[in-house]
């Protein structure tokens, strides 16, 4: 319903366009804020995040100043499973009114368990993300090429050395003091007001003196180290004591507003082109194109020479000559008997066909701008709801395949397609859930958002799987051009390349290679907060996976069948399928090369998603892979004449 609400103000959107000023309409919950100087901006936490564990946790996990009463803001399906938790905060912030070394609540005496919390936080390298007018948190800092590059969100803070009697030990410290710069733009002639483009985040670690009994005119401690303007960043570090018995902080932070020519439509700009990777994601696309290119070859060869030779000699045969039949023509009878196991295929195709529609729909919406990164969940969300919707197709797919192999167990069919996929996904979600839940994160689903998810599951995807699985179910079976024979047919014995195995290791590693450096970028999204937008770069790599899997599959088919074996419908499956082990594989290399996850917890958490990922991606590989050769098949085997 979001989609199609999105889509109907995209559309009116567009026809108000063609008569006023663009800046004047903005989709429904993106609109900019206009402040007036002296306006109140409102700063919210959002969760503490680490790559070193995978772990988010709330930001008042850890005891800062928080609140009388701290207010929680709606967030949606994507933002809950991806570990948002965002709150309201003390931070006072007023436009364009700075400030400096401000204190942010009185001296908090903490004690040495919570003092070790911070210190172990502080030693997984935790961040923290915070959000104003809908920007998250940004650190500013320059690359080895010296160029400017930001980083989501702050660390908590470092870790540095101490001289001990005998030894130098490494230590945390912590950051407690937060200088905001906010940028903002004004256009006179434009709007009224100012709107925010911009919130970097500089962290510092201070080891604040108090100044006696003096007091600050909002009743705060008043400190030495803020005497004069820009010494709160000089002086002493503040180390973590967790030998002690507790520790007496200090938490401030200063304000300072900035105008930018930053145009508030290109705010964004600032966390998505920080890195340059164009000429990466150009290289994947090119890389991928030989790949295309070479497979396109091959089975241009085989459909323009080789096999419409073949169709020609067998079609101009009369006689005696008729009976000397060779080649895949020869399996004629046996080509389209039904498979071992015929339900599991037919139930995986329908799952594949489900992914398929699921993926292709979310990308056309993330290409035309709908899931933009401002939209905080909104990718996560849009791929639940196209999943659970396109179980429609799971059933229709599934009972028609099930049928035309002349099953009879539909109704065991429908409810295979409606749980075996979503089933293992959930079961092994709900494992993993479990030990995220024992450590306190906030990436634990809570109970209600499970409640939805099995809403989603049981009362709608599984009852659209009843209703495509009814009306395909009903459709006339689907006709084969050649009969099929009451005794098979002996299989000759194949040579080594002929094996499955050696299918599967070569139809498996061309649509990896087609897509592996894309995937460098998606792992690196997912498991180390970077920002992934390029959605134009992965529908073409998306484009050319399909084409790959289908030539792949093809090729390998034609082959098979010329060896006299007819077994092809698990092997067309298999074949480009198996790249989801090649997805798990480059995981596990990925986890140990650019990877630095702490603990068991986080290892599992890593593992259990790369394998529900390379699951996901050889059922939806797999499906391309058997749909192409399915129609391939039916079209040589349709253009030859058989008595």
């Not at 940028?183 to 962290?203: C, D, K, M, N, W």
């Not at 009369?318 to 039949?325: F, P, V």
Request: glycine share 8%; proline share 4%.
């Amino acid at each position: 319903m979001r989609l199609a609400a999105w889509g109907a103000a995209a559309a009116t959107l567009a026809l108000l366009q063609q008569q006023q000023p663009a800046q004047a309409f903005y989709l429904p919950g993106v609109a900019p804020h206009e402040y007036q100087d002296g306006d109140a901006i409102y700063l919210k936490v959002n969760k503490l995040s680490s790559t070193k564990t995978s772990l988010p946790y709330e930001y008042y996990h850890l005891p800062f100043c928080k609140p009388d009463t701290v207010e929680n803001y709606a967030e949606n399906l994507g933002e809950i499973l991806r570990g948002d938790r965002i709150e309201s905060s003390l931070y006072e912030l007023s436009m364009k009114h700075d400030e400096y070394c401000k204190v942010l609540c009185d001296a908090k005496d903490y004690t040495k368990d919570e003092i070790a919390e911070f210190a172990e936080r502080v030693m997984e390298e935790y961040r923290v993300n915070m959000i104003i007018d809908n920007l998250p948190a940004a650190t500013k800092f320059l690359d080895m090429d010296q160029n400017t590059v930001y980083s989501l969100g702050f660390p908590l803070g470092f870790v540095g050395t101490a001289e001990e009697p005998t030894t130098v030990v490494d230590k945390p410290y912590l950051n407690n003091h937060l200088r905001f710069k906010i940028l903002f733009h004004t256009e006179p002639q434009g709007y009224l007001g100012s709107r925010i483009v911009g919130f970097e985040v500089e962290a510092f670690s201070v080891k604040h003196k108090p100044d006696g009994n003096k007091k600050n005119p909002d009743g705060t401690q008043k400190l030495l180290t803020c005497a004069q303007e820009g010494t709160s960043e000089i002086g002493d570090f503040l180390m973590l004591d967790t030998s002690g018995k507790g520790q007496t902080l200090y938490w401030t932070y200063d304000v300072l507003f900035e105008y930018s020519d930053i145009k508030w439509a290109s705010r964004w700009d600032t966390y998505l082109n920080s890195a340059d990777d164009d000429q990466i994601h150009w290289f994947s696309i090119i890389n991928s194109l030989l790949i295309v290119v070479f497979l396109t070859g091959m089975v241009a060869m085989i459909m323009m020479r080789t096999l419409n030779q073949d169709v020609r000699r067998y079609n101009q045969l009369e006689g005696d000559e008729a009976q000397e039949e060779t080649g895949w023509k020869l399996v004629h009878g046996d080509v389209f008997r039904a498979p071992k196991n015929p339900n599991l295929l037919s139930v995986l195709v329908g799952s594949g066909v489900q992914l398929l529609a699921m993926i292709v729909i979310t990308l056309c919406f993330a290409v035309l701008g709908f899931l933009s990164p401002a939209n905080r969940g909104g990718l996560m969300t849009a791929m639940l709801l196209l999943f659970v919707f396109m179980g429609i197709f799971a059933g229709n797919v599934s009972s028609r395949l099930y049928k035309s192999f002349n099953g009879l167990a539909w109704k065991r069919n429908t409810l295979m397609t409606a749980f075996l996929f979503p089933g293992v996904v959930f079961v092994v979600f709900f494992i993993l859930n479990f030990f995220v839940w024992g450590k306190g994160s906030s990436g634990a689903v809570p109970f209600g958002t499970l409640f939805a998810l099995l809403f989603l599951w049981f009362g709608i995807s599984v009852p659209l799987c009843f209703v495509g699985s009814y009306f395909g179910f009903r459709k006339k079976k689907i006709e084969f051009p050649v009969r099929t024979n009451m005794i098979p047919r002996q299989i000759p014995d194949q040579s080594w390349y002929m094996q499955s195995l050696f299918s599967v290791v070569i139809g498996g590693i061309l649509p990896f290679g087609a897509v592996f450096i894309e995937l460098f970028f998606i792992l690196s999204s997912v498991w180390l907060n970077q920002f992934y937008y390029v959605f134009g770069f992965l529908a073409l790599v998306v484009v050319i996976l399909f084409i790959t899997c289908s030539e792949i599959s093809i090729v390998l088919v034609y082959f098979q069948l010329c060896s006299e074996d007819y077994n092809w419908w698990w092997r067309s499956m298999v074949t480009s399928g198996s790249s989801g082990l090649y997805l798990f594989l480059y995981g596990i290399f990925y986890y140990y090369t650019k990877l630095d996850i702490m603990g068991f917890t986080s290892g599992l958490m890593y593992f259990g998603y790369m394998f529900l990922a390379s699951y996901a991606f050889a059922v939806g590989t797999g499906t391309i892979g058997f749909v192409s050769s399915f129609f391939f098949v039916r079209a040589i085997y349709g253009s030859i004449k058989v008595d």
